[in-house]
Each structure stands twice: as C-alpha cells, then as structure tokens.
C-alpha cells in the first residue's frame, strides 16, 4: 500500500517574508491570466512565479517561464528566502474556510509520498488526465526539480488518526500561521516525534490513497522517476502530498453541473429523443416559479436513490430517472449522463463529452439555472456531490469516472512547503 517519508520541507524564511500569506497561491490549473497577473503583484517572492510564471513574446527554448522558475528558485535559496529545514519531518496542516455561510476545518499531514505505478493499487487516480498539462508539468519539474504545490490525497483512515496527531503538538504554537487573499487561514506543525512518525509510516502501509487533485502532477513525478538513470537522486521516487482522513469533517466536495451551450438543432434532437428512451422525465416546474433549494435536495435524493438528476431547458425543469437496469442501478448519475446522453451528441470516435465550446462546468447550481433562463445556454443537467466512498470504490475496481466530476473545494496551497528533489529527500 501508500510508501510515505518524513522529509526536510523548504519553507518561506519568516525573518524576512513576515506574511506568508502574500507569497502563497493556488495551484496552476485554477489560475487565469487575471489572478496570475494579481499574484504577481503581491509579492515579488509569490510562489507564482515558480508554479505558474508569466510567458512573454520573446520567450525561447534557453529563456521561458520554466528557466525563470529555476533561476528564482535557485536565487531565493541563496538569499536564504527559502531555508530547508535542518531535521525530516511530517507536517501536521489546517485550512480554515468559509462556504455557503458555513465555517469548515479541513485537517491533514503533508508528507513525501512514493511513487508507483497505478496498477499497484496503492495510489489510485479517479479521473483520466490529458497529455497538455503534463507536458507543462513535466518542463517545470526538469528546470525546477521541486513540488512547490502538494498533490492532495485522500485516505480511509479507519482509526481517524489523522486528527489524533494533533494532540502531539504545540496546538497554540504552528510554525507557519496566516490568512491568504480570499480569507482562508493556514496553520503548520512540524511532527518531530521519531516514535509518531514511524506510527504514521507504518499505519499508511496498510492502506491506499486516493488522489482527490493533481493527478497529472502525479503522472508527471512518476514519469520523471521512471526516466532516471541509475545512481540519481532517490528524492526522484517521491512527490509532495497532504493526505487529508475521509472521515474529515472539514472534507468539502461540491457538485459540478454540465452546462452546455451553441447546440444544434439536430443536437437538440438527438438529446431529447436520447432522454425519451432511456430515462422517465418527470417535469418539475417552471424555473421562475419552483423553490431552486427544494429543487435541488429533490436531485440530490434522486441521485443517492435512484441514480437520477436534474435536466433544465426551455425554462422548465425537471428531473431524470435511468431505467432499472443492473447496469444503470450501479453506474453514478454522472456516469450515466456521459454514456447516455452527452456521448450520442458527438460524432463517432471522439471524445465521450462535447469539447470546450459546448460544455462547462460550474459548481454553482444558481448560475447554472440563470445560464438557462437568460437563454445564454441551451441546456443544464444538475448533479448532486459524489460521495467519497463511492469514488474510492471504483478506484479500487480500476475504474475512472468522467473528468471534472469532482471538486474538492478549497483548493490546497502552493508555497507553504516546498519539496526538493535532491535536499528534501
């Protein structure tokens, strides 16, 4: 099962950077050009310029965002920017955040995680990745060889003692503790304890992890690795995780909604004959009339019970129930929606959804519904939020489900720990 190590984690030197907060970030593939820019001018030190740095016309094969990476990097441990720690450690972490009015806390262990192949079954993806943003990854870690952002991995837990850790530790003292720029706050704890540590490697020896985000820094760590010559840097083997407990309470996971726009006639067609045939459509009401909160705990209760979800168009709405089959009684409604309905819009041989012009993905069921009634798209299916155990479950078969049906919300952190390939380790 999951391979884990203490390392000696890189961080921000507090003598000089007194606000972490200005010089953290989020990861790369959640930052338009617009944060990127906002990022930049917050700190001429922000991880950005490491995770995400700009590109500009001249940019060439010698000179380009991955070698300024390097080059920053490279500099700020010089000037002691960055200081290694001197001892290897686990990283007891917390994320304070706000959702929806309610407060949530999300706790974790930042650790150096082995890399293996998926077919070991101990790390295990839930989501297919694309050849574009690994390549992008895999230019950033040749130049850099640090994780500046961890992936975020999730685990069974059985005994919860992710939480228990932090009864270990000088709770009142972290070593890092500071708010970034949307309000959530981050707290850090080295675990010293020798005794603790071998516990913790021990307890993940017996289970998997599951990679909630940053599959394809993941892909990328492992096929860095597989690349190397012999006698190179065992830190290669690892790559930079937070392992949160999915018994967390503070584990967030938000439903994401298919919005698609610029249909066809024949388009229209074919989903709605789709539709006919293969689920019972119940009509809910007029969107301008119904309870959108009641509308939508009715898809969420659709979806634990029956598989079903929510489909609005034309202003009305209305809800979707698969037929009784074995197959559709075990697929998740997402699953259904992209077999039955999204992949008949396309044409034969490509992709199982519509591309980027067609289809979004918010998270937020209110924008999706104004999406529709101001005639802005042409159509919504509404899902529910995935149970993590059911994720896990089909990883464990080898199973993957659609892209972006996931979104564990916040994000983590880039910035508050680095992972260096040749002095972490």
């Not at 610029?262 to 009401?285: C, V």
């Amino acid at each position: 099962m999951a391979v884990i190590r203490p390392f000696r984690g890189i961080k921000y030197n507090q003598s000089i950077i007194s606000d972490i907060g200005s010089v953290i970030t989020p990861p790369y593939d959640v930052i338009d050009s617009s944060e990127q820019a906002i990022l930049h001018e917050r700190s001429p030190y922000n991880t950005i310029r490491l995770e995400y740095g700009k590109s500009y016309p001249n940019d060439n094969q010698a000179e380009n965002r991955y070698t300024r990476a390097a080059v920053n990097y490279k500099k700020w441990l010089e000037d002691e920017i960055l200081l290694p720690d001197k001892a290897k450690n686990y990283y007891l972490y917390e994320q304070s955040f706000s959702y929806n009015g309610r407060e949530y806390l999300r706790r974790g262990v930042a650790a150096a995680l082995g890399l293996t192949p998926y077919t070991d079954k101990a790390v295990l993806p839930h989501e297919l990745t694309m050849p574009g943003p690994k390549t992008d990854r895999m230019e950033l870690l040749k130049q850099l060889k640090t994780n500046v952002s961890p992936i975020f991995t999730l685990l069974p837990d059985p005994e919860n003692i992710i939480n228990k850790l932090f009864s270990a530790i000088d709770y009142a003292n972290p070593s890092i503790a500071t708010s970034d720029y949307s309000g959530q706050t981050h707290r850090l704890w080295p675990l010293e304890d020798k005794k603790l540590q071998k516990d913790l490697t021990d307890y993940l020896a017996s289970q998997p992890l599951l990679i909630a985000d940053g599959h394809h820094r993941y892909e990328t760590a492992l096929k860095y690795h597989q690349d190397q010559e012999q006698g190179k840097s065992p830190g290669t083997g690892f790559v930079l995780t937070i392992m949160v407990s999915m018994k967390d309470p503070g584990l967030l996971v938000l439903p994401t909604h298919r919005l698609l726009s610029g249909l066809t006639a024949d388009q229209k067609d074919i989903m709605y004959k789709t539709i006919e045939r293969e689920f019972e459509m119940i009509e809910t009401g007029d969107l301008r009339q119904i309870d959108h909160t009641d509308y939508f705990e009715a898809v969420s209760k659709a979806g634990r019970e029956k598989n079903g979800f929510g489909f609005i168009a034309a202003g009305q709405a209305f809800m979707l129930i698969p037929g009784g089959s074995p197959a559709a009684m075990s697929s998740l409604p997402v699953e259904l929606l992209h077999q039955r309905i999204l992949k008949p819009l396309l044409a034969e041989g490509k992709n199982s959804e519509p591309g980027n012009e067609m289809i979004s993905y918010p998270h937020n069921f209110e924008s999706a519904v104004s999406a529709v009634l101001n005639a802005s798209a042409d159509a919504a299916f509404i899902l529910a939020p995935l149970a993590v155990d059911k994720v896990l479950e089909r990883a464990m078969q080898g199973r993957v489900i659609p892209q972006k049906s996931t979104f564990f919300y916040p994000k983590l952190p880039g910035g508050l720990l680095f992972y260096d390939i040749d002095i972490s380790y």
